[in-house]
């Protein structure tokens, strides 16, 4: 495991640099800097991706080997724990372990609002001297609204669910 501190930049800024073996494991006691750790793998190193990339940004990073005398094999040990109780909540959440794209309550809501202008334009169709033109809404619409790609809204509309892989 190697762990580094950047020296500047928030935390999220920093998270958006890194591979997938590493992550932000937070902010340092005194505020100034982010923690990160992760392994090395398939080229993706600390010293060769993670801080030519950080520097990149201009964000300074070092690599530590021993944080105010912490026990990093500790560390190391509570970050396995962690990311074991991360992988079974994430399995019981969804049994094809994947992560849902919408919440329950935006699939509803998708689905509402998609009914209601089909709802709308049935209507309009029916009449269209005495009802107004309804939006012409679309699966880019939805998707620009809840953040999400098109599959996810097509998925949604098709009753097949809404995941990411």
């Known amino acids: ?9 928030k935390s999220k800024n920093v998270a ?35 801080i030519p990339r950080l520097g990149s940004a201009m964000i300074h990073c070092e690599e530590v080997f021993e944080i105010n005398g912490l026990n990093l094999t500790q560390l190391e040990l509570n970050l396995k724990a962690q990311e074991e109780a991360e992988a079974i909540t994430q399995t019981k959440d969804d049994k094809r372990g994947r992560k849902r794209a919408l919440t329950d309550e935006q699939v509803d809501r998708v689905r509402h609002v998609w ?49 990411t892989s």
């Open 1 to 9: 495991m190697r762990i580094a501190i950047a020296a500047t930049g």
């Open 16 to 50: 958006q640099y890194l591979p997938n073996n590493f992550k932000v494991l937070g902010r340092t006691l005194d505020n100034t800097g982010t923690i990160i750790v992760g392994v090395d793998d398939h080229g993706w190193s600390l010293d060769k991706y993670v």
């Open 115 to 163: 009914t209601q202008n089909d709802r709308a334009w049935q209507l309009y169709r029916s009449n269209p001297t005495c009802n107004q033109k309804p939006i012409h809404l679309t699966v880019a619409d939805l998707a620009r609204q809840f953040r999400v790609s098109e599959g996810v809204i097509a998925n949604v509309l098709n009753c097949e669910g809404a995941y």
